[in-house]
């Protein structure tokens, strides 16, 4: 079992910035891959970013150039920096862990950090 707390979240203008963080109970060296996804108002949820044991990272062509995820295996969190944040941006930030057991895969999800960017 996996438990994923997100914060960080918050209003913030457009062309700033916000750092949003999500505590993992357990080591995040033993799980796959950690990943942040987003679901705007109406919207399906889609993938932001991903970063995998092995410390390889995935940015959605939206994201790229503007936001990071990175983790600290010391405290077990994992990290989303986002930068030149736009309207498009709001949306409600969730945690994710992909955890493959075998040929058994689990997929863990935070309580979502709600973003909102001003014009």
């Known amino acids: 079992q996996v438990q994923l707390v997100e914060s960080g979240g918050g209003l913030v203008q457009a062309g700033g910035s916000l750092r949003l963080s999500c505590a993992v109970s357990?080591?995040?060296?033993?799980?796959?891959?950690m990943g942040w996804y987003r679901q705007a108002p109406g919207k399906q949820r889609e993938l932001v970013a991903t970063?995998?044991?092995?410390?390889?990272?995935y940015n959605a062509d939206s994201v790229k150039g503007r936001f990071t995820i990175s983790r600290d295996n010391g405290k077990n969190t994992v990290y989303l920096q986002m930068n030149s944040l736009k309207p498009e941006d709001t949306a409600v930030y969730y945690c994710?862990?992909?955890?493959?057991?075998?040929?058994?895969?689990?997929?863990?999800w935070g309580q979502g950090t709600r973003v909102t960017v001003s014009s």
């Open positions: 994710n862990a992909a955890v493959i057991t075998g040929g058994d895969y689990k997929s863990y």
């Open positions: 357990r080591g995040i060296f033993s799980i796959n891959a």
């Open positions: 970063i995998t044991s092995g410390g390889s990272t």
